[in-house]
């Protein structure tokens, strides 16, 4: 007997925002007979194939510390540089520049400091 992710859950002060952020991140949706509109407590975003959710649910304190789980991400195109401008413009804030010539990472905040990563895309890693 197994058991398999349902969502993935992460405490907000403001659960739209951060859905609305995390959904242009990834490339998510919102459930069009379910929408998240501002003010909602509970807000969830689903991967285009249905198989990922992440569900934003709001808390009166803001984060404190350092993430104990955090989300490694890789483009999906373009490079890990590409993406890391992407993201920025979105609104995530550099915490720690990791990259190497060889590799390495960039760890990310999201609006409420939730830490993430971004790699190398698969190519980068491909290529050297």
Known sequence: MTARISHITFDAVDAH?????WRNVLGFEEDPDDPNEPGHEEC???????SERILFIEVPDP????????????????SRDEEL?????????????????????????????????????EAERAGG
């Open 17 to 21: 925002a951060q859905s609305v952020f």
């Open 63 to 78: 984060k404190q510390v350092k993430n104990r789980l955090h989300l490694d991400l890789v483009p999906v195109a373009g």
């Open 85 to 121: 401008a992407r993201l920025l413009k979105l609104g995530a804030t550099t915490v720690a520049d990791l990259r190497r010539p060889d590799g390495g990472w960039v760890v990310l905040a999201d609006p409420e400091g939730n830490e993430f990563c971004i790699l190398r895309s």
């Open 44 to 50: 969830m975003i689903f991967s285009p194939d249905g």
